[in-house]
T-cell receptor, first 111, second 114 residues
Framework: KQEVTQIPAALSVPEGENLVLNCSFT??????LQWFRQDPGKGLTSLLL?????REQTSGRLNASLDKSSGRSTLYIAASQPGDSATYLC??????????FGTGTRLKVLA | DTEVTQTPKHLVMGMTNKKSLKCEQH?????MYWYKQKAKKPPELMFV???????INESVPSRFSPECPNSSLLNLHLHALQPEDSALYLC?????????????FGSGTQLSVL
C-alpha cells in the first residue's frame, strides 16, 4: 500500500530564506507526482507536476525534483516571501484515478 | 476558464436534513472527483466520475450520494449525516479520463453537521 510522508510537518523561516520541503513515498511504481499549495479552509492549487520519466520541473521561484528509485521528491522555494505561507502537499499518482496525498508541511514565512 | 466552482462555500445542516453540494467546471475535463478533508489532514478520495460514469466509490457510506448529470456538473447529495461527517468537501477535475494529469481543485464547501 502506497504511503506518502512529508517532513517537516511544520516550518517557520525568515523572509528571503531558501528552503526545501521533502516528500517520501514507499512504492516507486508511480506515474506522476504533484506538489500543491493549500491556504487555510481553501482548495488545493497545483504548483508543479513531474511525470515519472522526468527528474525536475521549475516554475518561477519553485523547483521540484523527483528520484523515483529512492522514493523521494523535494520542493525548493527560492527567496521565500510571507505570501508563500501555506500548507504544501505532495501527491503521487499510481493509477486508477488515485492520488495519494502526503501529510503536508505547514510553512510560515516571517516578515 | 480554468476554474472549478463549488457551491455553497459553507453549509450547516442537522442530522435529519437533506442537502446537496454542487461542482461545475467548463474546461472540458472528463474526470471529476469528490474528496473529503478533515482539519490538518490530507484529502481523502470519495468518488470519481470518468466520462460521466461512476468509476470509483471508495466504500463511502450511502448517506453520501454522488451524481454527474453532464460532463460539466457534479453533485453530492447528503442525507442523514453524522457530526463526524463535518469536513471540507473538495471537488476536483482532470482533463483526460485516466487521471494521470494535473488536478484542478475547487475552493471547497465547509460542512458542519449539528
Amino acid at each position: 500500500k502506497q504511503e506518502v510522508t512529508q517532513i517537516p510537518a511544520a516550518l517557520s523561516v525568515p523572509e528571503g530564506e531558501n528552503l526545501v520541503l521533502n516528500c517520501s513515498f514507499t512504492d516507486s511504481a508511480i506515474y506522476n507526482l504533484q506538489w500543491f499549495r493549500q491556504d487555510p479552509g481553501k482548495g488545493l492549487t497545483s504548483l508543479l507536476l513531474i511525470q515519472s520519466s522526468q527528474r525536475e520541473q521549475t516554475s518561477g521561484r519553485l523547483n521540484a525534483s523527483l528520484d523515483k528509485s529512492s522514493g523521494r521528491s523535494t520542493l525548493y522555494i527560492a527567496a521565500s516571501q510571507p505570501g508563500d505561507s501555506a500548507t504544501y502537499l505532495c501527491a503521487v499518482f499510481s493509477g486508477t484515478y488515485k492520488y495519494i496525498f502526503g501529510t503536508g508541511t505547514r510553512l510560515k514565512v516571517l516578515a | 476558464d480554468t476554474e472549478v466552482t463549488q457551491t455553497p462555500k459553507h453549509l450547516v445542516m442537522g442530522m435529519t436534513n437533506k442537502k446537496s453540494l454542487k461542482c461545475e467546471q467548463h474546461m472540458g475535463h472528463r474526470a471529476m472527483y469528490w474528496y473529503k478533508q478533515k482539519a490538518k489532514k490530507p484529502p481523502e478520495l470519495m468518488f470519481v466520475y470518468s466520462y460521466e460514469k461512476l468509476s470509483i466509490n471508495e466504500s463511502v457510506p450511502s448517506r453520501f450520494s454522488p451524481e454527474c448529470p453532464n460532463s460539466s456538473l457534479l453533485n453530492l447529495h447528503l442525507h442523514a449525516l453524522q457530526p463526524e461527517d463535518s469536513a471540507l468537501y473538495l471537488c476536483a477535475s482532470t482533463k483526460g479520463g485516466t487521471g494521470n494529469e494535473k488536478l484542478f481543485f475547487g475552493s471547497g464547501t465547509q460542512l458542519s453537521v449539528l
